[in-house]
Antibody, heavy 123, light 109 residues
Framework: EVQLVESGGDLVQPGGSLKLSCAAS????????MHWVRQASGKGLEWVGR??????????TYAASVKGRFTISRDDSKNTAYLQTNSLKTEDTAVYYC??????????????WGQGTLVTVSS | EIVLTQSPGTLSLSPGERATLSCRAS???????LAWYQQKPGQAPRLLIY???TRATGIPDRFSGSGSGADFTLTISRLEPEDFAVYYC??????????FGPGTTVDIK
């Protein structure tokens, strides 16, 4: 069974940093592209960014709203993806989900999701 | 940037009725790049349909997707009590790479 478990969400002050983790199990992590998607309370879904597999040189792409402030990385030996968030703003407050895309369904959609971790940016 | 518009915003129906949800893109997109998700309160989204019309693993056949170009539809043939939720369409494009529609809420009439 595919499982994605996020952790690391917390209350942080504006301008602060936080590192989120996404622990994966039940599939070949090294072959998957991993994404982060966020959702502010009562709002819709916003894609944050992705990291591709070693086959694609771990290439990363980000949404304009977080580019230059957020960094996605992965450790295939630990089956874990990360989201480093810096220079946090109040508008970054959201539940952050990690999600997977891979060849078995489609590279263009997210076939498995974690339960989410809450990041609150407030003074 | 490709913008997705979903209609209606809210659909009030009774169990057993048919639900038809629309997703319109601001420009034509490949059917391969269009997906639908279901989200219930307090839960993560769940992939229903990818490639505009292919059901994801474990999705009941009362859910179907169709469409091409800029107009796509999610149909739930007969609503079950567990189908009342928010539905999002999503596309893969240029910048940003992935975008979601604002969602359609299907609630109980």
């Amino acid at each position: 069974e595919v499982q994605l478990v996020e952790s690391g969400g917390d209350l942080v002050q504006p301008g602060g940093s936080l590192k989120l983790s996404c622990a994966a199990s039940g599939f070949i992590f090294s072959g998957a592209t991993m994404h982060w998607v966020r959702q502010a309370s009562g709002k819709g879904l916003e894609w944050v960014g992705r990291i591709r597999s070693h086959v694609n040189n771990y290439a990363t792409t980000y949404a304009a709203s977080v580019k230059g402030r957020f960094t996605i990385s992965r450790d295939d030996s630990k089956n874990t993806a990360y989201l480093q968030t810096n220079s946090l703003k109040t508008e970054d407050t959201a539940v952050y989900y990690c999600a997977r895309s891979e060849y078995s369904s489609s590279w263009y959609s997210f076939d498995s999701w974690g339960q989410g971790t809450l990041v609150t940016v407030s003074s | 940037e490709i913008v997705l518009t979903q209609s209606p915003g809210t659909l009030s129906l009774s169990p057993g009725e048919r639900a038809t949800l629309s997703c319109r893109a601001s420009q034509s997109i490949s059917s391969s790049y269009l997906a639908w998700y279901q989200q219930k309160p307090g839960q993560a989204p769940r992939l229903l349909i990818y490639g505009a019309s292919t059901r994801a693993t474990g999705i009941p056949d009362r859910f179907s997707g169709s469409g091409s170009g800029a107009d796509f539809t999610l149909t739930i043939s007969r609503l079950e009590p567990e189908d009342f939720a928010v539905y999002y369409c999503q596309q893969y494009g240029s910048s940003p790479l992935f975008t979601f529609g604002p969602g359609t809420t299907v609630d109980i009439k």
